[in-house]
């Protein structure tokens, strides 16, 4: 981690030397406080809305069957949706454009050529999958398409083919772009894109639904001292049962060794 800081800080400070590595590096870095602000931001207008007002009523009314109705989504669509969200997907994607232009630049003819072959292919994949879905859309898309008459077993048969043309023109693109010169900059922008748009929404749900997550905690707690109470009590009934069982079989036997013994005395 701290090579990477370092490496990442080295690319910014020579960011006039090379602009394009600079940027790059310093998109992650951005996308985190852009993150970190809309975060801070949800959680003011959060507050702002109630807080866990609607949380504390539904469980005051509805007691231990309001388990799994209190939870909201509160402002994590912010994160995504709002102005921070989007300019952090902004950056992101800005990011990934950076990425192939650096494979690019700093790649060899043959890896050109492929990272062309690569691109023109998911471009085209992707217009023939927007041509498809909206020709699947209606029967009269169908009727006036090359699927005209074509049974679900030949249109199966083109959407796994385009699939797999798809995934193994993005795999390639892929490892390209990792493998190339300034590939360690994919594991930057990863993090913080998973930093961005996974850790801080998590933790913003975390602490919107706070009241409801304690009390399914609470109510899951309970439901387990009570079933272990349960047990230990049917475990002394059963005991206490085995033992006046085993008295009462004790009982006839005193009674005949008392019965044998008589005689001889």
């Known amino acids: 981690m701290k090579e990477m800081l370092a490496k990442n800080i080295d690319a910014i400070k020579n960011i006039k030397n090379d602009p394009l590595i600079g940027a790059a590096a310093l998109l992650p870095p951005v996308m985190v406080v852009l993150s970190v602000i809309g975060f801070i931001v949800s959680l003011v207008r959060f507050f702002q809305n109630g807080a866990y007002g609607d ?6 009314s509805s007691g231990i069957s309001a388990v799994g109705k209190g939870f909201v989504t509160g402002t994590v ?8 969200g989007i300019l952090s997907l902004l950056c992101f994607g800005v990011g990934l454009l950076f990425m192939m232009l650096l494979s690019f ?56 083919i385009t699939s797999l043309i798809a995934l193994i023109s993005v795999l390639s693109f892929a490892v390209l772009i990792a493998t190339s010169e300034a590939g360690w900059l994919i594991g930057h922008l990863l993090i913080a894109g998973t930093f961005c748009f ?19 905690i609470l109510v899951i707690v309970g439901f387990l001292v009570l079933t272990v109470a349960v047990i230990k009590l049917i475990g002394v009934l059963a005991a206490r049962r ?13 009674e005949s060794e008392e019965q044998e013994q008589k005689p001889e005395a």
């Open 242 to 254: 085995s033992a006046k069982r085993s008295a009462q079989k004790a009982a006839p036997e005193a």
């Open 105 to 160: 630049k700093k790649a060899g003819t043959v890896r050109r050529f492929v990272l062309i072959l690569d691109a023109v292919v998911i471009l085209l994949v992707g217009i023939f999958g927007i041509y498809l879905s909206s020709v699947l859309g209606s029967e009269e898309g169908i009727a006036g398409s090359f699927l005209a008459g074509s049974d679900p077993g030949r249109i199966k048969s083109i959407l796994l």
């Open 77 to 84: 669509g912010n994160l995504y949706s709002g102005v921070f």
């Open 55 to 60: 949380q504390v009523e539904v469980i005051s």
């Open 198 to 216: 996974a850790a801080l929404p998590a933790a913003l749900w975390i602490i919107e639904n706070s009241v409801s997550i304690v009390f399914l």
